[in-house]
């Protein structure tokens, strides 16, 4: 029998595992340390743009709180003058409202309306340009309306899901205009009547 000898000292193995576990260790610590520094740079990043923000929000407030106390000392004012002001301004919309639409061609459609102070913002549809031009004649005619601009005309096309996309027709495109009516306050004033 041969006896078994181990010349290797047993300690030599630890050693190994404890530069093991020490190489380890390094290597977090290093990884966690980088992370730090990471997080550290970012929010370092974050805190001046925050401090930036809060700076131009400052002066926001500043300039918004300006502008309040302006609008109070200067919209200080009487129930007369508000009376008067809400005289001025006001005027019935539904005659004129009844005059556009009794001077729409056929196959013509108002599809939107605005009312602004002196004047009417519309959107027609119209099938022909001959239409749209007879209506405008129509609309300078009118005495509630002084001066009529138009503003655009786009043309369209109508799509109708269900049509059948192997035959193809020919369409007519139909065109879209938005028209500036202005006011005639005086007429309107004295309820259809000139004075």
Excluded: C, W
């Excluded at 630890?14 to 520094?37: C, G, M, R, W």
């Excluded at 925050?50 to 609008?71: C, F, G, H, K, N």
């Excluded at 009417?120 to 004649?137: A, G, N, P, Q």
């Excluded at 503003?151 to 049509?163: D, Q, R």
């Amino acid at each position: 029998m041969v006896p078994e000898i181990n010349l290797l000292p047993k300690r030599e193995r630890q050693k190994s595992n404890s530069i093991l576990l020490l190489v380890i260790s390094s290597i977090l610590i290093l990884t966690i340390l980088v992370l730090f520094f990471i997080q550290y740079l970012t929010v370092k990043r974050d805190i001046e743009t925050l401090i930036a923000d809060e700076t131009y929000s400052t002066a926001e407030r500043d300039d918004l709180t300006q502008v309040v106390t302006d609008l109070k000392v200067s919209g200080q004012g009487d129930l007369q003058t508000s009376v008067t002001f809400a005289e001025r301004v006001s005027y019935p919309v539904s005659p004129l409202l009844i005059e556009v639409n009794a001077l729409l061609e056929p196959h013509t459609y108002l599809r939107q309306y605005e009312f602004v102070e002196r004047s009417i913002h519309i959107s027609v549809d119209v099938e022909t340009m001959k239409s749209l031009s007879l209506f405008v004649d129509k609309l300078l005619i009118s005495d509630y309306f002084s001066d009529v601009k138009v503003e655009s005309v786009t043309n369209f096309e109508l799509s109708n899901s269900e049509e059948n996309t192997e035959k193809k027709y020919e369409i007519i495109p139909r065109y879209s205009a938005i028209l500036n009516l202005d006011i005639d306050q005086t007429y309107l004033e004295n309820g259809g009547v000139t004075p």
